[in-house]
């Protein structure tokens, strides 16, 4: 059981309170990896896509040979439920979670049709945009060919926690991620941005990192307010040549990134305007 933190958890038809246990050790998602999640976000009495993330989760299943035993309008309504229990005060982080119980033909296969669901809702502050640091690491992100980048999966997510780790030790607090070819692909948790010359430019998706649900948010509102946006590939030089760096995500949405290495950034007038336009777009 979770401590100190506000957790609501729907298992099987019912609402519990905490982090209710709902994975034996036996389940194939707890021993071969076959797990998928999603992270939307509820605030100030909104909840920005969170259709789009409740599909994600039910795509990601796919990609991952699951079959969803909720679609993704059903999750959806079911997350609404959950965040109705909690003060529209408490900023939530809302995680939509799928796993195979039993192994198909090879135990190394998950069985489709045992796919499980889960849905927790926690409580999470959302980050004041005062910014983070990055540097690099020995890290990079898969292929496509090496590993289901195409899906938000569980077993991707160790590989980020080594970057973070080695980010750490430099005494920094996130890591910029590369693709296998040496590019800019996105921090260890979050997509990336920077701002040259007023021009807004993040990493094409090449396969080896998710397309974001609030990077593609971003990317519309900033074209839609007349800023010049690229989808290009990005090499360290160059990202450390911005004039910004930001950063968007789920988790916190849209914050400066104000070091990278031994170079300081100032929070700019594109992230603040990215900030500013996702924050308008979220409580229309």
């Known amino acids: 059981m979770t401590t100190g933190m506000m957790i609501w958890t729907w298992y099987e038809g019912t609402w519990h309170q905490g982090n209710f246990p709902v994975m034996g050790a036996s389940d194939h998602g707890a021993w071969l990896g076959s797990s998928v999640f999603d992270g939307a976000r509820a605030f100030e009495g909104t909840a920005p896509d969170l259709d789009l993330h409740c599909k994600r989760v039910v795509d990601s299943a796919g990609v991952m040979g699951l079959n969803a035993p909720m679609d993704a309008e059903e999750i959806t309504e079911l997350a609404r439920e959950g965040i109705g229990k909690v003060s529209k005060d408490t900023a939530l982080y809302i995680r939509p979670l799928m796993w195979a119980r039993g192994g198909g033909p090879s135990m190394v296969i998950p069985d489709p049709d045992s796919t499980a669901f889960a849905l927790s809702l926690e409580a999470r502050p959302m980050a004041e945009p005062t910014g983070f640091s990055i540097t690099t690491t020995p890290y990079s ?60 430019l993040t990493p094409v998706p090449n396969g080896t990192f ?75």
């Open 141 to 200: 992100r898969p292929m496509n060919s090496m590993a289901p980048t195409d899906a938000k999966a569980g077993c991707l997510y160790p590989n980020n926690a080594r970057m973070l780790r080695a980010a750490f030790a430099k005494g920094f607090d996130n890591a910029v991620s590369l693709d296998p070819l040496g590019n800019v692909a996105e921090t260890a948790t979050s997509n990336i941005w920077m701002v040259k010359d007023g021009v807004a």
């Open 210 to 284: 998710l397309n974001g649900i609030t990077r593609k948010r971003v990317l519309k509102l900033l074209r839609e307010d007349g800023i010049e946006v690229h989808e290009t590939t990005i090499t360290l030089d160059q990202l450390r040549d911005a004039d910004e760096i930001f950063s968007t995500g789920n988790a916190q949405k849209v914050v400066p990134i104000t070091r990278f290495d031994d170079r300081e950034y100032a929070y700019g007038p594109i992230a603040k305007r990215a900030r500013a336009l996702y924050w308008e777009f979220s409580h229309q």
